[in-house]
């Protein structure tokens, strides 16, 4: 141990006299340990928000979009040939996207329907596999003979359906007759419903089979997009560029960060908005650090004196306040990593907050990503750092003459 770190230690052990700067450097240590604590517990909820969210959406969205410019397109099945053939593709499918009107006995509504291929498309609906899909679209199993359709829980509440119940879907691209314009009918049972938990997906989303969509619409034979999904999501954007050799014009793709772009730079800012408001409370605690030492250079002036008499140079004097600010800085980040960790695995396990029900998710999403942690720590430890340098400048520069004479 140098001297230096000998004799900051030595400080830290207040006297009785020293009371008040003893009081001082307890609130500097609790005032970076709650801060360091909040800023954990807080980036851990926001990442958990995030990372929950990507589940939901992926849950029902493709990782790669192929469309095209000119909206509808056939004679598909060559590209996805070719998309199966790629090692960084797990699965493909065709999926075709239209709007429709859906009627029950109670009620009406805006729909959105996609329809799927059940082989191949069963990511598409969260919580079904393709043997449940074949189920839920096989006419033969259905009453009357009539196709399946699979309703979003919210949707399937506002029209006023269960399971088994039939309903209508009416598509704009009908037919012209001596009337006028008729729109495009066609029944269906309701075989099964989702819950996403996405409001936005659960309250305007139905899955029907490929062909009864393309029948439904008037799009024989032609799909919206087809669907890729790949084995390492975060790898999306370089998958894309890896597949833009298949596609030329009019052909053109997204993957799921283009898509919900704006979600997810929306959760990032907060996540960056909050790492900075909460780093205030370490600001504060640095101030309180620098105060306590400001205050100790005030009460060892005789002491630093008889050690710069007995050969201590400015360097020394400022390794000796810089190591007592050190310290409480790692005590304070020790301890406040610790506990925001302990809290996180705690939220984590037993969940006893409840969210109310405005929220996607019911309890609060913790997921603790070992990087923040550690730049949480290197942030607070280099805060406090920078509120050392100013007291141990002071402290090098005093005269050991006159604090003596004075002192």
């Known amino acids: 141990m140098t001297f230096e770190l000998f004799i900051a230690g030595r400080y830290l052990k207040a006297k009785r006299k020293e009371g008040f700067i003893s009081l001082i450097t307890f609130l500097s240590v609790a ?3 709650l801060g360091v604590m909040a800023l954990v517990v807080v980036i851990a909820v926001m990442s958990g928000a995030e990372t929950d969210f990507r589940k939901r959406i992926l849950g029902l969205e493709p990782h790669i979009l192929v469309m095209n410019y000119s909206g509808k397109f056939d004679d598909y099945s060559h590209l996805l040939t070719a998309l199966n053939q790629r090692e960084q593709v797990k699965g493909a499918s065709p999926i075709l996207f239209a709007q429709a009107m859906i009627r029950s006995s109670h009620s009406f509504s805006g729909v959105m329907i996609r329809g799927i291929d059940p082989e191949t498309g069963f990511n598409l609906v969260k ?3 393709s043997e449940q899909l074949k189920k839920s679209f096989d006419k033969e199993k259905q009453n009357e003979n009539l196709p399946g359709i699979i309703l979003g829980q919210a949707l399937a509440n506002s029209v006023g ?8 879907l009416m598509s704009p691209n009908g037919f012209i007759s001596p009337m006028g314009h008729i729109p495009s009918m066609k029944r269906f049972v309701v075989t099964d419903t989702f819950d996403s938990g996405m409001y936005e997906y659960d309250s305007a989303m139905a899955y029907v089979h490929l062909t009864e969509a393309q029948q439904l619409s ?6 919206s997009a087809i669907g890729i999904w790949i084995d390492d999501i975060f790898k999306a954007k370089s998958v894309k560029n890896n597949l833009k050799d298949l596609f030329t014009s009019p052909f053109y793709l997204r993957d799921w960060m283009d ?3 704006s979600l997810f730079a929306a959760l990032k800012l907060e996540k960056t908005a909050m790492f900075i408001i909460l780093t205030l409370i370490i600001l504060v605690a640095a101030f309180n ?3 306590a030492l400001i205050m100790m250079v005030m009460e060892k002036n005789k002491d630093i004196a008889v050690l710069k008499a007995m050969g201590a140079t400015n360097k020394s004097i400022r390794k000796i306040f810089i190591f007592q600010g050190m310290i409480i800085g790692f005590l304070g980040t020790f301890i406040g990593t610790l506990s925001g960790v302990v809290i996180c695995f705690i939220l984590k396990k037993y969940d006893f907050i409840q969210l109310p029900d405005a929220y996607p998710f019911s309890t609060l999403p913790v997921q603790l990503e070992y990087f923040d942690v550690l730049v949480i720590a290197v942030s607070a430890i280099i805060i406090c750092f920078f509120s050392t340098l100013y007291p141990s400048y002071k402290a090098s520069k005093m005269n050991p003459v006159e604090a003596i004479r004075y002192g």
């Open 289 to 291: 650090i620098a105060s």
């Open 259 to 261: 898509i919900n772009k």
């Open 161 to 168: 359906v269960i399971k088994g119940d039939k309903v209508i």
């Open 218 to 223: 008037g799009a024989k034979n032609q799909i």
């Open 31 to 33: 005032g970076v340990t």
């Open 127 to 129: 919580g079904f596999n």
